[in-house]
């Protein structure tokens, strides 16, 4: 049972927009900046978003991602079959003096 | 390049011990925080261990507290996670991450990750 809650999937049609929810509670999401991570298929996690919004360079504009009170969501648009991959959202728990992810969510690009 | 390394993963059975070992490089090492994250197969990322530049400050995840001791060598540029008491349920794929303040006023990330050791217990 992960600390933030993501859905276990999404899926969307090439060019489309998908968003990715991540709930979490006021020790963590509420209080820190929030992280996403991409992994493509059988390789380590990539930055994709820090800083609640804020992309390391050479991540397109495609991706966004905002937070609000205790939520954080992440946005792709115009989809291409290699953003299949599962995405993460992270953050500090100032409570549990610990790192947290969320479960996970799987993209599929129809 | 800035690249971490890690190694030292492998079979061990219930009750044994592993040293992994993360080998930094193209970068500062002795001036970042670094961190051990690890996947189950077929799971989501679990945070394992957090210690700081200098290695005074330590934290560990409750799944994993008196078992498991980080440390790191600056001068050797490396990273380590000594395991022991291992169980089943610590079968997974160990990777080392940088953390980093990438903005003024920002907060941590996890800007440079390794390409992970796999550790199974069986």
């Known amino acids: 049972q992960s600390v933030l809650t993501q859905p276990p999937s999404v899926s969307a049609a090439p060019g489309q927009k998908v968003t990715i929810s991540c709930s979490g509670s006021?020790?963590?999401?509420?209080?820190?900046?929030v992280s996403w991570y991409e992994q493509l298929p059988g390789t380590a996690p990539k930055l994709l978003i820090y800083?609640?919004?804020k992309r390391p360079s050479g991540i397109p504009d495609r991706f966004s991602a905002s937070k609000s009170g205790t939520s954080a969501t992440l946005g792709i648009t115009g989809l291409q079959t290699g953003d299949e991959a599962d995405y993460y959202c992270g953050t500090w728990d100032s409570s549990l003096s610990a790192w947290v992810f969320g479960g996970g969510t799987k993209l599929t690009v129809l | 390049e800035v690249q971490l390394v890690e190694s030292g993963g492998g079979l061990v059975q219930p009750g044994g011990s592993l040293r992994l070992s993360c080998a930094a490089s193209g970068f500062s090492f002795s001036t970042h925080e670094m961190n051990w994250v690890r996947q189950a197969p077929g799971k989501g990322l679990e945070w394992v261990s957090y210690?700081?530049?200098?290695?005074?400050?330590?934290y560990y995840a409750d799944s994993v507290k008196g078992r498991f001791t980080i440390s790191r060598d600056n001068a050797k540029n490396s990273l380590y996670l000594q395991m022991k008491s291992l169980s089943p349920e610590d079968t997974a794929i160990y990777y080392c991450?940088?953390?980093?303040?990438?903005?003024?006023?920002?907060?941590?990330?996890?800007?440079?990750w390794g390409q992970g050791t796999m550790v199974t217990v069986s």
């Open positions: 210690i700081s530049s200098s290695g005074n400050t330590i």
């Open positions: 991450a940088r953390e980093e303040t990438l903005a003024v006023g920002g907060s941590d990330t996890f800007d440079v």
């Open positions: 800083d609640n919004n």
């Open positions: 006021s020790s963590n999401i509420g209080r820190n900046f």
